[in-house]
């Protein structure tokens, strides 16, 4: 299948050599073009415009944020300006408004839209292992089902209006980081009386809690691992950001979101943009006088 | 081996039945002693003290609060009131200072000391399935073996110091209560963007949050049973003041900890003292409009 | 002095009726445009565009939002499009992004600008009662003296950046909605201890605090008197958000700016928009079960 | 009259020594006796034990935290062992629970109780300058007369059942706290945006926060002067739970109550128990990265 990526970071990356890898034909477009290099090595096309990556049948975009989704899709040679009218798959997290501006724009041109936004770190997108979410129109899911084969290890279809995926997304990301602020003050308060967060996480993650959410980070907390980012704190808190919007706009209360953004917020201030969103366990320690 | 069992609630005589099951000769005393019958009918001695329930060599509480097993062992006619100084297993929620008064006095009347609480709902009780995390002097955790043995699927054995097991006993039902709060919380978001709380599930539990934590409460929480209570919000409440109280000692900072307590107080205030603990998840959608 | 006025909601419309009874020429602008008739009437002078109301020596803009006040000065026929190039006064509370926007749009565009948000209830506008925070250049700020005058009892000039001024005007908002919500829970813990609220708030105004936001919204929750809004709740949160986004961007943490926003959230999902932003009290109350 | 006075900690000193300044007979008596000397050379008399200095007409306690005063009460040699009966009149801070047990010992006793916590600093005490918040019998009140009159600007009365002035008490420490926190919150916000903490406290103490709680601690914040602490961070703390002790029975929901102990817990873990209780402006501060 002809399909265009936008958007080589390090989760893009990944995900577009398991699609070259699987034989599909490839174009990809970056913002800083020297990231298609590796990709154009590996087999892959460079497309000088977004709207040029969009020329085939699915062009996929996995980027940082908001902005940048709406500057490629709607900007000067954007996906929208591109005769071929393709399938635009958004990969990244995006806001349930965004979501909702580009389901109608995409239908007004003629075009698709399918959100299929990726639970999973780098190693599990190097791997092909993501979980993909995805919502959309049949039709259009249905192309794109080999590309979410190619990359992930099981999709997830929610429904046939796109930002349900979002919200899904969205709910999941809320999720993990909740599932480690609450590990990391029960790993604190452990600590501090006496228990080592390695004994606490055994019989966490060997009874009520043996879910690779609670291994990961359990690990990555127990020792302390948060340089190099695998998820640096900033998309975190612009994905707690997306979150509040959502729940600002729909009036849902979340207490425990507020705690969340507010320990991000310290993260950043304290220990700068290069930490992992999981140093909000550091902030925790430091609170704690430790 | 002669077992006494002090406290037979829901728990403790769901376990004092599979004591008895095991072969044991289980002497059982209860503050009510109507609840005795069942257990004397299948093959238990009834005890007409705390002390004479001690008698044995190892004596079991499982109690509501700490001030029940102050009285229980303290108290006239009390289990340091027996002269066979048995080992004494406290397998139900109690403070760290509480674990660590009954180690010394123990100690001091020449018995022994066992904090083995344990993890599951009233139905694990009744299986045998419980986890029992066990903490104490190797002699007499190896003495309670076949006691842990007969009621639960695992034994954690987590050092020589009994509080420690407590330490994570209290950790454990703050990250349940935990984990039932941001799942409230992100279901609730889902369904006020028009996403259903069940779709969410589906995809947390399939991927990374596959853990039979969020698998038992999304499905109460799915479908808000919240009476009758596997496990009362008021008992919640106890044990969510219990760690206050640990992080208040040790100066650990659970900033998600004081949302919970504040969750439940509303809970209670407003739904009475019947509800499951889960109910704080009646309290997101109130506080939501829904 | 000739002075353009845009925005004539209830704080508006007050504000404007002052500057004419203080003898200046008041050209005025609203979109609804029937809110100008009783100004019209009073002696001012209706413009028919934002443009034509930016056509003397100064510019007042009051409206409800950022965006109300990017269409009046970026929009077409908007403030920016006056061959006049006024001073512009931005007395309503706006972002800190915003109020740096403007103020380097003015300067490219040969005007002026001056931030000056004020402090004070409807009933304090139509009475002169005002506190201004202003903020800007020092000519333009003398330029403004007398409009500042005109409507309010006393101006504080905080610097030549305008941003500094919208700044306090943020951190005194968020600070009366902390007095409402704090006041409201010692309220509800007075009551349900037996204690009644206006015996309580009668030893604070008295004592510690005997400052008028107390006095003011302490019978209001003692009245519960939360409809007709003098300050209707979605504003409050608009303003949070404000503060909220201040707080983001310079990374402070503000934990309790979390529960208030929280709090407004669940005012509006349960009492809709039209209620008092000090209705946050009615959710304490009801959170306690009353 | 003839007044017994137990406790001569900061608080304790100066109002014992503006009772001996005003004429009245006291009987001083303190855990470490060496307290006593100053008060001895100004005039009073040393008294052996508690129940001594309960031998006139009314007997005050001000003391550190409750099971001072139960020791004080109830133990050996204790106010109730005095034969005298007086009115024992507890003006320190206490628990509503205490001052409920106290209410009931006395008038099985047949002595008389009267709660009269105060409200000021330090300073205030030296002047004869306090707040005073009673709750008592009316014959009590009226013998209390005088020696309120001595060390008070002003006394309130709230009613006959004592507790009703400790309600308030900590009604009014928690609003102190609450208020010492937000006003932290809004000049780390302003300062991180540009604008010095003195102008952010110069607008607000001049209008909607002209009260001395705002000048006194706004003051404090400015020059960050934690230490000496004029009311210590773990009293502070004691206090913060007692309320929480209070809201719990009561089922209250004090969501910002939850922040504030929350904050003290990190400024004690931080920087040790010697902080003023106003060092939660540093913890403030540290977590937005200054």
Redesign the interface.
């Given at each position: 299948m002809d399909i265009g990526f936008i958007g080589l970071g390090q989760m893009g990356s990944a995900i577009a050599h398991n699609l070259v890898k699987a034989g599909h034909s490839v174009a990809v477009w970056n913002r800083s073009p020297e990231k298609t290099k590796a990709l154009v090595e590996a087999g892959a096309r460079k497309a000088e415009t977004p709207a040029e990556a969009a020329g085939g049948k699915v062009v996929v975009t996995m980027l940082a944020h908001d902005a940048a989704v709406e500057r490629v899709v709607f900007g000067e040679d954007g996906v929208l300006a591109s005769p071929a009218r393709p399938i635009h798959v958004s990969m990244s997290t995006i806001g349930?408004g965004l979501a909702e501006r580009l389901t109608m724009a995409h239908a007004g041109a003629g075009g698709g839209f399918v959100s299929a936004p990726v639970?999973g770190r780098p190693n599990a997108a190097e791997a092909g292992k993501l979980?993909v979410?995805a919502a959309g129109a049949a039709e259009a899911l249905a192309v794109c089902a080999p590309l979410f084969a190619a990359v992930g290890q099981?999709t997830?279809t929610?429904?046939e209006?796109p930002?349900?995926a979002n919200?899904?997304k969205?709910?999941?990301n809320?999720?993990?980081m909740?599932?480690i602020?609450?590990?990391a003050?029960?790993?604190?308060?452990?600590a501090?009386?006496?228990?080592d967060k390695a004994?606490?996480l055994?019989?966490?993650t060997?009874?009520?809690?043996?879910?690779?959410?609670?291994k990961t980070y359990g690990e990555i907390l127990v020792h302390e691992q948060f340089k190099p980012a695998g998820f640096a704190a900033p998309l975190g808190?612009k994905d707690m950001?997306l979150?509040d919007a959502?729940?600002?706009n729909?009036?849902?209360?979340?207490?425990?979101?507020?705690?969340l953004?507010?320990?991000l917020?310290?993260a950043?201030?304290?220990h700068g943009e290069e930490v992992d969103w999981s140093a909000i366990a550091k902030?925790?320690d430091?609170?704690?006088?430790v």
């Open positions: 349930i639970f979980f979410v099981r997830f929610v429904g209006d930002k349900a919200v899904i969205l709910c999941g809320y999720m993990i909740a599932a602020e609450s590990l003050e029960a790993m604190t308060l452990a501090k009386n006496g228990v004994s606490l055994e019989v966490l060997s009874t009520l809690f043996s879910a690779p959410v609670f808190l950001n979150v959502a729940a600002l729909a009036k849902a209360s979340m207490p425990v979101l507020a705690v953004r507010s320990q917020v310290t950043i201030a304290r902030v925790v430091e609170n704690s006088g």
